[in-house]
């Protein structure tokens, strides 16, 4: 029997807190700049009974939360002491004209090689709410990553009231295992990856788990108060539900974006998504379990159906440690093929009013997500090809299988003109028509493999349908464009139809956000306007996708002048 009921165990659990306090009471009056020293290290961390050496960013785990305002500068110098290359990736961060600090590693930058360093300087211009940073380097994000809270400008205040406190919640992934290990071992095989063994908030399994319960996250509050959780799904294979036992939350942001606030007792995030609800501590006091566990959409695939738990707890509530003690009351969570519930999520997201959508569209794309099979030649090895039937797995975009160089990132190529990097010529729509999300001919499932780009003109207005296939296995696939937010202006199942989908675009309110999530057997169109030069990555955030070739670039070219065109690229860049 655990006792959480002290203060200060409360705190010393759950650290952010305190230094969130911290940070309030400090805010001065104009836009600032942060600086921060990221040391990349291997660092002894015990979860699940077992100690594992993880990479961690300066031996935290979560790594540190970082807290500014829209308006602010980042500095953040990163040093490698990891055996490991590594890069740092600000996820959602738009990046005007700052694409050399995006940090995909061989898109933006070389890796920071083991006792390099690299300082990414960028500024937050016009987006609230919050983000997060992690590794863009193998699977090195499962335990390198952190929160980015953006708070309104100096002076400005929330579109809604101020909540009481805020918590981060950060949910995560858990090998039981070295993670650069279990991908290693699936790019040898060609089969899909190890499962994880937990989900993680704020780095704890929670108390379903062995060897887990006494480091049990506990979020404290006051009964009748309202705060804010900002959740934040840094897990790297799986979209997750995340619920709080009997009470509501009511949405107000997602991906660094305002929403019009809406009330539901369960959300959806895809990795990469975070979603921000306010929630009132309107029940009795007792303790209530937050939780959160797979939406797994592919049907028969394995996948980790474990449930990772936190602890609401009103300060009030008896103590356990004095008196009788009583579980934490119970969550109620989807099922977890339950679609239904995840669609009506995605589909109730809103813009708080009208937005300015691009119409006059000049870039019509549509394109293909999803995976594939790679035959293995009759006389490879059979270790090399444990796939299904002897395949070895992949996927793709329209076809394409992208390719990562190893030689020049995609952007210092383009910067300095050095060919053979990359070609230009990623198809616009799918090389072949077919049912895409019906029973798929076995001879589309091989696509092929390549470094292509597609060329954007500066400002360019750009409309893409993506379009889940069910080559293999259908699923959600949550796509992560970088250097944009877009528009979400429709979502459905089948295939996507121009002639009767159109009339269900939202051009008036849709949700603007920097990963959308393409239903299972379905599509969703997203439009932006292409005004921040650079070499852009879109890929499917479940990194055992990328991992197989699900994602291309778009190279946006610069427009006239030097406002619309990429900086010079820092002197410390890495380079291959
Ligand atoms: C993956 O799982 C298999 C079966 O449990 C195990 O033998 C193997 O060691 C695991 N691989 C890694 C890298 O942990
Ligand atoms: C937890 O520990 C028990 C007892 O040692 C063991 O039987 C069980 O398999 C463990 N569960 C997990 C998920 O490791
Ligand atoms: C989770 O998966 C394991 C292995 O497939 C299975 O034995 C177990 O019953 C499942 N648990 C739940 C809660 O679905
Ligand atoms: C969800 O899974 C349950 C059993 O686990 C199954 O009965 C049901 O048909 C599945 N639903 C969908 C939509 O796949
Ligand atoms: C694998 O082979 C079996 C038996 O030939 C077949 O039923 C199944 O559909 C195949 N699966 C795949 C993914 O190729
Ligand atoms: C970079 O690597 C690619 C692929 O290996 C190769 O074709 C190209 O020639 C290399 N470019 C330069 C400039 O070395
Ligand atoms: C899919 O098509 C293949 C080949 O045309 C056929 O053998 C198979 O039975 C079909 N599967 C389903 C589920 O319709
Ligand atoms: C992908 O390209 C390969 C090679 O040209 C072809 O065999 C396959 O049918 C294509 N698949 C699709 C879905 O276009
Ligand atoms: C590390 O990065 C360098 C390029 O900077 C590359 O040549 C090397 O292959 C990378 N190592 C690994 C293990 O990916
Ligand atoms: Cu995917």
């Not at 900002?230 to 709080?244: D, G, H, K, P, Y």
């Not at 070895?392 to 210092?412: C, D, G, I, K």
Request: proline fraction near 8%; charged fraction near 15%.
């Amino acid at each position: 029997m655990e006792a959480y009921c002290s203060i200060a165990k409360s705190f010393s659990s759950f650290h952010v807190l305190g230094l969130l306090l911290l940070l309030f009471a400090n805010a001065a009056a104009a836009a600032k700049t942060h600086y921060h020293d990221f040391v990349v290290q291997a660092t002894p961390v015990k979860r699940l009974c077992k100690t594992h050496n993880a990479i961690t960013v300066n031996g935290q785990f979560p790594g540190p939360t970082l807290e500014v305002n829209n308006g602010d500068t980042l500095v953040v110098n990163v040093v490698n002491r990891a055996r490991y290359n590594v890069t740092i990736h600000w996820h959602g961060i738009r990046q005007m004209r700052t694409g050399w600090a995006d940090g995909p590693e061989f898109v933006t930058q070389c890796p920071i090689r083991p006792g390099g360093s690299y300082t990414y300087r960028f500024t937050i211009e016009g987006q609230e709410g919050t983000l997060w940073w992690h590794a863009h380097s193998s699977w090195l994000r499962a335990t390198v990553y952190g929160a980015l809270i953006i708070r309104p400008r100096e002076g400005s205040s929330y579109p809604f009231t101020k909540p009481k406190r805020q918590t981060p919640i950060l949910l995560g992934e858990w090998w039981d295992a070295n993670p650069v290990d279990v991908v290693r071992e699936a790019m040898r095989t060609g089969a899909a990856p190890n499962i994880s063994d937990a989900y993680t908030i704020n780095g704890q399994p929670g108390d379903l788990y062995n060897c887990s319960s006494k480091d049990t996250v506990i979020v404290p509050v006051d009964s009748g108060e309202t705060n804010l959780l900002r959740v934040i799904n840094s897990a790297l294979n799986q979209e997750l539900f995340f619920t709080v036992a009997k009470h509501k939350l009511t949405v107000v942001a997602a991906d660094a974006s305002y929403m019009k606030p809406f009330t539901t007792s369960v959300i959806m995030l895809g990795p990469g998504q975070t979603t921000d609800v306010l929630i009132t501590a309107d029940q009795s006091p007792a303790r209530y379990y937050i939780a959160a566990r797979a939406y797994a959409s592919a049907q028969g695939a394995p996948f980790d159906n474990t449930t990772t738990t936190a602890i609401l707890e009103y300060k009030s509530a008896p103590c356990p440690a004095k008196g009788p003690s009583l579980p934490p009351v119970q969550p109620s969570l989807p099922a977890y093929n339950d679609t239904a519930t995840a669609s009506a999520f995605t589909t109730s997201l809103r813009s708080p009013s009208k937005a300015e959508v691009p119409i006059d569209i000049d870039e019509n794309l549509f394109i293909t997500v999803g995976l594939g099979l790679n035959p293995c030649p009759p006389k490879s090895r059979s270790r090399n090809c444990q796939g299904p039937n002897g395949t070895r797995f992949t996927a793709s975009m329209n076809n394409v299988s992208f390719v990562l160089p190893s030689n020049y990132s995609l952007l210092q190529s383009h910067q300095q003109g050095i060919p053979g990097v990359f070609t230009t010529d990623f198809p616009a729509a799918p090389p072949v028509k077919f049912d895409y999300t019906g029973n798929v001919s076995r001879s589309l499932w091989t696509p092929v493999r390549g470094t292509r780009l597609y060329k954007l003109k500066y400002g360019s207005k750009v409309q893409i349908v993506l379009q889940g296939t069910s080559i293999f296995t259908a699923e959600n696939h949550p796509i992560h464009l970088h250097g944009y937010d877009f528009y979400i202006i429709a979502e459905g199942f089948g295939n996507f139809d121009p002639k009767k989908d159109t009339s269900k675009f939202n051009l008036i309110d849709p949700p603007m956000r920097n990963t959308a999530s393409v239903p299972v057997r379905g599509w969703a169109v997203i439009r932006f306007v292409a005004d921040n030069p650079g070499v852009w990555l879109m890929h499917c955030h479940l990194d055992v996708h990328i991992t197989w070739g699900l994602a291309m670039a778009f190279l946006v070219e610069n427009g006239f002048g030097e406002l619309q065109s990429i900086s010079p690229p820092p002197a410390d860049l890495p380079v291959c």
